[in-house]
């Protein structure tokens, strides 16, 4: 995280005598030195630092000699500027604050050595974790970002018992956590599902240094670029993947976003949401869309007499993998960032890019320093 050290550490009421303060900058320095953070501090703060350098170890004279090699260079460049989850290191507080662009700590929080290890990015499954962790090393790459890097540790939260565990992170403060889920919504009207909102709400009730994001659409596989998809598919699915592509072209790009792409959108599916409901009358204009410039789809559709949505086979999309983001992933380990960066289309990916930038600004650590 891009953690800021305050002017208050340069005031006369900081006591450089006191080992717990000392102790306390230590750790935040060494988080800085092997980059699992990115520490920042003013030119006034600098400068007491550098009074009082021979009162730190090794590793903190040296990110000391960084920032002074900073100093010089100006103002910050613009991808740090615009960062908005920021922790501002104050000792003159004694509990954890929200602000708009991120959360002033307590200095003594830090006493404990534990609380400088890198974020956490909380998903619902480790895969969603892995391949969300590509969408910040891309936006890095797009933006043409240097001298710093994504310090992320992942884990899945077990599917809806992310909640559970989500709660048990916020109690025991012992993680900064960015929790990422699907959103679940059926259309763009449509509100987060129960997993979603429960974590929505949690974060929202607590002032620990957290945030949670939902997908921009209905799920994980939703946000992933069609190039990505396009390379990562099993043979076997790339016909359906195809007729996919071609329907959304037909429906317009936000379907794209409220598909399913693992189990494919049912006729009766449709049938079985409330009449009059937002999700349905969307969904209907979709259907009503696609057969007008589908014959064959109409066809289908208008003989469809199933009596349940599980039993229906009248498919208005196709599935394509139920797990297509493990087959994407797959694809992303075999290719370096790099290359699969080249596959992104910026104006049609940008909601992957913009992901990757929450990610990045939760997650960002400076390169690591050698001794």
Not at 212 to 222: K, Q
């Amino acid at each position: 995280m891009y953690i800021q050290l305050e002017d208050t550490l340069a005031d006369a009421s900081f006591n450089f005598d006191d080992l717990d303060n000392l102790h306390a900058l230590e750790n935040i320095f060494s988080a800085g030195f092997s980059g699992d953070h990115l520490v920042r501090c003013s030119k006034k703060v600098l400068l007491i630092l550098e009074e009082n350098r021979n009162r730190f170890g090794s590793r903190t004279q040296r990110v000391i000699e960084k920032l002074k090699a900073l100093s010089f260079q100006g103002m910050a460049p613009d991808f740090l500027r615009g960062v908005m989850s920021k922790i501002y290191i104050n000792h003159t507080v004694s509990t954890v604050t929200k602000l708009d662009d991120g959360w002033r700590v307590p200095l003594n929080i830090f006493y404990d050595n534990s609380l400088v290890v890198r974020p956490l990015l909380l998903c619902e499954d480790l895969t969603d974790a892995e391949v969300l962790e590509y969408a910040a090393k891309h936006y890095v790459l797009v933006n043409k970002i240097r001298g710093c890097k994504i310090s992320v540790r992942l884990e899945g939260g077990g599917g809806s018992c992310i909640t559970d565990r989500l709660d048990y992170i916020l109690r025991a403060q012992r993680d900064f956590v960015l929790c990422i889920t699907d959103s679940d919504k059926l259309s763009p009207s449509d509100n987060l599902d129960d997993t979603a909102g429960k974590c929505a709400n949690l974060i929202k009730s607590s002032n620990w240094v957290a945030r949670y994001l939902p997908t921009p659409g209905r799920e994980l596989e939703n946000l992933i670029p069609w190039r990505f998809i396009d390379q990562a598919l099993n043979v076997d699915c790339t016909r359906r993947w195809e007729v996919i592509k071609r329907l959304c072209n037909i429906a317009g790009s936000s379907v794209a976003d409220y598909i399913d792409i693992k189990e494919g959108v049912r006729n009766r599916w449709v049938l079985e949401m409330p009449d009059g409901s937002p999700n349905r009358m969307y969904w209907e204009a979709i259907i009503d869309l696609l057969k007008e410039k589908d014959p064959q789809l109409q066809a289908l559709l208008d003989k469809c007499n199933h009596s349940s949505k599980d039993a229906c086979e009248c498919y208005v999309f196709p599935n394509v993998a139920k797990r297509t983001a493990d087959q994407v992933l797959g694809w992303l380990k075999i290719n370096t960032p790099h290359k699969s960066a080249e596959s992104l289309e910026r104006r049609l990916d940008d909601d992957w890019v913009n992901i990757g930038r929450e990610i990045f600004d939760f997650c960002c650590g400076d390169d690591k320093i050698r001794l």
